[in-house]
């Protein structure tokens, strides 16, 4: 009656480490047996390794159409299986048309087929100008929207105001649906890029923590008056956690995330010229960051994504070692969960931890709660087994990313993923893709009935 069992001393389900077999049968998890209970299916012996549910990223730019050369979905969700993540949600840029109309949304769903190695969602843009395409948007299956508040990085995903987004907010809080926000509020400068472009001192002079503090002051404020899901992406800035732990503790929606690259490296360990470390915001001081940490353990932090955000090596400036000019973009996706799992376990978090910043919290962002991001009966099995002692050392010919720039390279990090589940199915096997185009789009299940679609199936939108 069962496909499949998973054998684990080791399981990491939502009330702890347990010993236990879980039975798959079509796609999803039945039950979670006893360790010995005998069944009339394959029981696959786990031995001493752990077996966690899926990561799920809701913060990737897979830049496909138009920028495939930067990334693409093909390479993307390869690099995704090859580390444990069975679910992502692509960013509205950097792809070219930027995914903030319907008929965007169309081109980046033709884009998608046949290409899916994991699941994949959209989030959609807000941009100005764009506020009657967000409900046709919506009912066409979009998660959430997602807006910047200074300069994306290119041209055609320009800022919101605030203006714009008090248009939008009354809308998403209607549906329940998130706004995600880029939070910096910037002063336009351009006195930094006179000094020495090489130096990481000066690129983290540029972008001040005031400029997150403040945007993120403004979001609080809106997220208050209309009751809107408010989602912070990617915070760097400790200085802005007690508005944030405030506004929590008022019951406002407001949820936020960091990015393991400000958990694992300190800004007074880059290097001059070493473009891989730019991102926006930026990597901050050791203080900051153990600060982060400590707001991760409190919960002031809900989650962990990546903000995989590749670029070609020429515009990364890895040659010339020009942060004035850079892209501000970090390439980590295959790397989320070692990485996290190194840093982490030396400050005495253990695997459910990582369950929750990894699987568990960043479902409810994208509203997969009730199927994805937990080892429990009737969730979907999407799930990793993770080697929790083993390590390696992060090699450009192991990554499967398009562009293997990254600040990981070269460091030994500790978990190896030895194999990665989709929906029950063996898809990746210590370092072998095992089945291929087996990824679902999925499309928002608030709305209308719940549609999802296997990555080779054409895909049209009524």
Known sequence: MFDLALKSKYTVTPDGIA???????????????????????????LEDNYLFPGVIDPH???????????????TATKAALAGGITTLVDMPLNAS????????????????????????????????????????????????????????????FPNATEADLRKVMPVLA?????????????????????????????????RPKAWENEAITLMIRLCEEFNCRTHIVHLSSAEALYQIAEAK??????????????????????????????????????????????ALKSGIIDFLATD????????????????????????SLQYAFPALWTAAKKRGFNPADLAKWLSENPAKLAGLQHRKGKIAKGY????????????????????????????????EL?????????????????????????????LNDNINQRHSLKGNTVYTIN
């Not at 010993?19 to 012996?45: F, M, Q, Y």
């Not at 995330?257 to 300190?266: R, V």
């Not at 990313?401 to 390279?409: A, D, E, F, I, V």
């Open 174 to 206: 209607r549906y329940d649906l998130p706004l995600l926000v880029h939070c910096e509020l910037s002063v336009n400068s351009e006195d930094w890029k006179k000094n020495d472009k090489r130096s990481y001192r000066n690129y983290l002079a540029s």
């Open 308 to 331: 995989h955000s590749p670029a070609p090596p020429d515009l990364k400036q890895i040659r010339t070692g020009d942060f004035t000019t850079a892209w501000g973009g970090i390439a």
């Open 414 to 442: 500790s978990g190896v993923v030895e194999q990665t589940y989709l929906a029950g199915k063996k898809v990746y096997d210590q370092g072998n893709f095992m089945q291929l185009n087996q990824g679902e789009i999925l």
């Open 97 to 156: 048309p930027v995914t903030t109309t319907v008929e965007n949304l169309k081109q980046k769903l033709r884009a998608a087929e046949k290409k899916l190695h994991t699941n994949c969602g959209f989030w959609g843009g807000i941009v100005p100008g764009n506020g009657s395409e967000i409900e046709p948007l919506i009912h066409n299956g979009i998660l959430g929207f997602k807006a910047f508040l200074t300069h994306s990085g290119i041209d055609d």
């Open 249 to 294: 503790t008022k019951g406002l929606p407001l949820t936020v995330e960091t990015g393991q690259h400000y958990l694992f490296f300190n800004a007074e360990e880059i290097p001059d010229g070493q473009t891989q470390f730019k991102c926006a915001p930026p990597i901050r001081e050791k203080e900051n960051n153990e600060q982060l940490w400590e």
């Open 60 to 74: 990737v730019h897979i830049n496909e159409p138009g920028r495939t050369d930067w990334e693409g979905f093909d």
């Open 380 to 411: 979907d099995a999407d799930l990793l087994v993770l080697h929790p002692e083993k390590a390696f050392t992060v090699l450009e010919a192991n990554t499967h990313h398009r562009h293997k720039t990254s600040p990981y390279n070269g460091l």
């Open 19 to 45: 010993e236990a077999l879980v039975l798959l049968k079509d796609g999803r998890i039945t039950d979670l047996a006893p360790l010995h209970t005998e069944v009339s299916c394959e029981i696959v012996n």
